[in-house]
């Protein structure tokens, strides 16, 4: 009774908040609600079409007002002192201990997926670390104001993992969230201005996400763009803020195709329970799953299935065009020779279908690589382990898995092996904030949660403070890098120039083309040398090498990948004086600059090693019973467009970062000036490492940029160079997606590669990881 009591004062409060505001929803900026008049307006309705409330379309002026009241959240935030921070996070946990009844009565009127207790969690996690940040993250300071952006179907919790980190570091942040998430929102927003958040630290402009999103990174005052919800959002956002000069980090959380895979080690009625609640629960799900089963238990799963799909009622769908889509699923599945176990037949029409299990659906069906939202469950078999994780990495996501055996052993061999973010054992959907989890392959290019996902908030103090903006070029995307240079005659006078080759798979060769072009003098009066002109089939070649290798490297121990790398060192030592020839006569140093490079280049590869079996994940301390392991994965192919300045010292510097922490890595020289680099590979055969994980490509330079950005298996592009490539790059690796880490060669000084800070260094070490965490429970 008293529970019920409870609920219905809920329901009066909420109702009376938006009464309050005559169910006109607006803005909230600098510390307040902000109604304009004459805005466009969107109505938001429940389960049942009735009105819940309208929210406003945010126009330019609104924009500005918000970014302006953001820049004075700024200074108000660095004024707080860490412990202050902390306790107003603290404080707005007990609010919402307080009022979470309230914030999830709204959330489901507006079709919001939350959880008031995981928000809770969230803010007493978040609230220590602000109390620690300058104690335990030493040598880093908040990156600036942050637009934190959501699609419609994203989760309110999803939506926060972005915004309470960004608060805890000290950065005011702008909030656009969908349309559904808008409500619950704002009134977040309020109750953090009642726990004594500054005004202007936290704002919330309503609108289309991609559309107002790409306006609110347009003003000079964002620093970083960070978005969550489905891909294709991300993907149109991406594309609406190439050239602006604004970090995007995008995080597909909706919509990933997830393995539950059962070995026949497990408990079989544990895990058909669960993956019946995970696959058929009513409310609105971030994941699809698949069912992958090992063929000796295949039958006595599809048993149970029967069982518990019998009785269950038709769950809700979005839409009658969403039904059309699951019909459409499973008349492929079936044409493709799957069989059906449904706990009724499916309506004759309405946004209404039974839980659905697709038995022996192919693995290569639709229904399997990207399954359509509603209630569906292909299942598939396996013979093996091997197979089991080939069928878990069958899918273009790499959001998280889930784990059932009662052997630790092989739980722990597959998690390694599945390339995913987060891993379950004997679990699924579990969520901490301490759990660090990156997307990989087709679900993220950053990490949330945890101490790991606090970085991408936080800047080296060293580094520039401001992000400077530009105006995004008029490129033609689809003929970026297909220019020809001008053939030139060399000049007669003088010895004939040297002709040099590039390095693909361990071995110096030619282009595939065939081609070369001239490297001038710097005066550019006559041609100092002939390089290859490589292309798209040279970086092909590149990747096939690198491919091979890279999965071997980086299982190799940390410590076997420390000794190669103090090889390379030493080999460098002992190219020493050909390499500063090669820079004192083609980079234009003089010989004691060249000398002092060499000696900063071998130093710094032997930092490198030493940071190989150094930088470790480990246990984390999670509040319920169980282990929680965190560690660093290798990202895979690296493509790395190298700087003008430093040509040896930023080169060992980058391909340091990539080869210590396990990738593979395809160089490109600068293309005014190659010839340090193509002298460096005489190290690298000197080297005693694996044959394809370095390989030094050059030609121009967009031309290759252009073959890295195209190619799927390269997960990571870092590119020193112009800014019509840093747009083109932002505009074009979204499809997969690739982490990219852009800066513009005239931004960076000399002392940018001289200086050996500590934090400059863990700040490249950590653009080569993305982070895994598996949850192994122990009751």
């Given at each position: ?180 998430c808008a409500p619950p929102t704002l009134l977040l927003a309020q109750l953090f201005t009642a726990s004594g958040l500054p005004a202007g630290a936290l704002n919330v402009l309503t609108g289309n996400a991609v559309t107002l999103g790409a306006k609110v990174a347009q003003n000079p005052s964002i620093q970083y763009v960070a978005y969550t919800g489905n891909k294709q959002d991300g993907v149109m956002l991406c594309k609406a803020t190439a050239g602006m000069g604004v970090p995007v980090s995008v995080t597909p959380c909706v919509g990933a195709t997830c393995p539950f895979i059962i070995f026949d080690s497990a408990d079989i009625d544990s895990a058909v329970d669960e993956v019946m609640e995970a696959a058929f629960r009513k409310k609105r799900e971030v994941m699809t799953w698949v069912n992958c089963n090992c063929e000796s238990v295949v039958d006595s799963v599809v048993a149970r299935l029967k069982m518990r799909v019998a009785g269950k009622e038709c769950v809700a769908l979005r839409s009658e065009a969403e039904r059309g889509l699951v019909d459409a699923a499973v008349q492929e599945a079936q044409q493709q020779g799957a069989t059906l176990i449904q706990s009724c037949t499916p309506p004759s029409s309405g946004a209404l279908y039974p ?425």
């Amino acid at each position: 009774g008293s529970s019920f009591c409870f609920l219905i004062f809920f329901c009066l409060l909420l109702q009376a908040w938006l009464e309050q505001r005559s169910r006109s929803l607006g803005f909230f900026i600098d510390g307040k609600f902000v109604c304009p008049v004459e805005r466009q307006r969107c109505d938001l309705t429940d389960s049942k079409g009735a009105a819940v409330c309208s929210t406003a379309c945010a126009e330019d002026e609104d924009v500005s007002q918000c970014c302006s009241s953001a820049l004075d959240g700024l200074t108000a935030m660095c004024s707080l002192t860490c412990d202050q921070r902390a306790k107003v996070l603290l404080r707005l946990a007990s609010v919402l201990g307080q009022h979470g009844q309230c914030v999830s009565e709204l959330c489901g009127l507006c079709g919001v997926s939350t959880s008031p207790s995981v928000l809770v969690r969230m803010l007493q996690f978040y609230s220590s670390w602000a109390q620690l940040r300058d104690t335990l993250i030493p040598g880093w300071a908040p990156i600036g104001v942050v637009a934190v952006i959501s699609s419609d179907d994203c989760s309110l919790c999803s939506l926060m993992l972005k915004v309470f980190p960004a608060l805890a570091m000290g950065n005011p942040v702008v909030v656009i969230p969908g349309q559904s998430c808008a409500p619950p929102t704002l009134l977040l927003a309020q109750l953090f201005t009642a726990s004594g958040l500054p005004a202007g630290a936290l704002n919330v402009l309503t609108g289309n996400a991609v559309t107002l999103g790409a306006k609110v990174a347009q003003n000079p005052s964002i620093q970083y763009v960070a978005y969550t919800g489905n891909k294709q959002d991300g993907v149109m956002l991406c594309k609406a803020t190439a050239g602006m000069g604004v970090p995007v980090s995008v995080t597909p959380c909706v919509g990933a195709t997830c393995p539950f895979i059962i070995f026949d080690s497990a408990d079989i009625d544990s895990a058909v329970d669960e993956v019946m609640e995970a696959a058929f629960r009513k409310k609105r799900e971030v994941m699809t799953w698949v069912n992958c089963n090992c063929e000796s238990v295949v039958d006595s799963v599809v048993a149970r299935l029967k069982m518990r799909v019998a009785g269950k009622e038709c769950v809700a769908l979005r839409s009658e065009a969403e039904r059309g889509l699951v019909d459409a699923a499973v008349q492929e599945a079936q044409q493709q020779g799957a069989t059906l176990i449904q706990s009724c037949t499916p309506p004759s029409s309405g946004a209404l279908y039974p839980p659905t299990v697709l038995c022996g659906a192919a693995a290569a069906s639709s229904c399997v690589v990207s399954p359509s939202a509603g209630p569906l469950l292909p299942l598939i078999t396996f013979r093996g382990n091997t197979e089991a994780v080939t069928l878990g990495n069958h899918s273009p996501h790499g959001q998280a898995a889930s784990i059932w055996t009662e052997e630790l052993t092989l739980a722990l061999e597959t998690a390694n092996s599945l390339s995913v973010g987060s891993v379950w054992v004997n679990s699924h959907s579990v969520f901490d904030p301490c759990l660090p989890a990156s997307g990989h392959k087709d679900s993220g290019t950053c990490t949330d949660g945890g101490q790991e996902g606090l970085y991408q908030f936080l800047r080296p103090s060293s580094c520039s403070s401001v992000i400077v903006h530009s105006t995004p070029a008029s490129l033609d995307y689809a003929k970026f890098g297909e220019s020809v240079a001008s053939p030139i005659i060399p000049n007669e006078s003088g010895s004939a120039p040297q002709f040099y080759l590039q390095f693909v798979g361990g071995k110096p060769c030619k282009a595939v083309s065939g081609r070369s072009v001239p490297v001038l003098t710097p005066g550019g009066e006559s041609v100092l040398a002939y390089v290859p002109d490589g292309g798209r089939k040279d970086v092909r070649n590149a990747v096939e090498a690198a491919i091979k290798v890279q999965p071997g490297w980086m299982k190799k121990s940390p410590t076997a990948r420390a000794q190669s790398l103090y090889a390379l060192a030493k080999a460098l030592e002992a190219k020493r004086r050909d390499i500063v020839v090669s820079l004192s006569s083609h980079a234009g140093l003089s010989v004691d600059e060249a000398e002092n490079e060499v000696e900063l280049s071998v130093n710094r590869l032997t930092v490198w090693a030493a940071y190989c079996d150094k930088v470790r994940g480990g246990s984390l301390p999670m509040p319920r019973s169980g282990s929680a392991l965190s560690f660093p994965e290798a990202l895979g192919v690296v493509g790395v467009v190298l700087p003008e300045k430093n040509p040896i010292l930023s080169m060992v510097t980058l391909l340091g970062a990539a080869v210590a922490t396990g990738n593979a890595v395809i160089l490109v020289p600068n293309q005014e000036n190659p010839l340090p680099v193509l002298a460096f590979i005489q190290v690298l055969q000197a080297s005693d490492l694996p044959a394809g994980l370095v390989n030094v490509i050059t030609g121009s330079r967009d031309q290759l940029t252009a073959a890295l950005a195209n190619h799927n298996v390269i997960k990571a592009i870092w590119y020193w160079g112009g800014a019509e490539g840093c747009q083109y790059l932002q505009y074009t690796c979204n499809s997969p997606l690739k982490t990219l880490r852009l800066c513009s060669d005239k931004n960076k000084p000399s002392q940018y590669w001289t200086r050996s800070l500590p934090v400059l260094l863990e700040d490249l070490w950590r653009s080569g990881v993305q982070w895994k965490s598996v949850w192994i429970p122990t009751a």
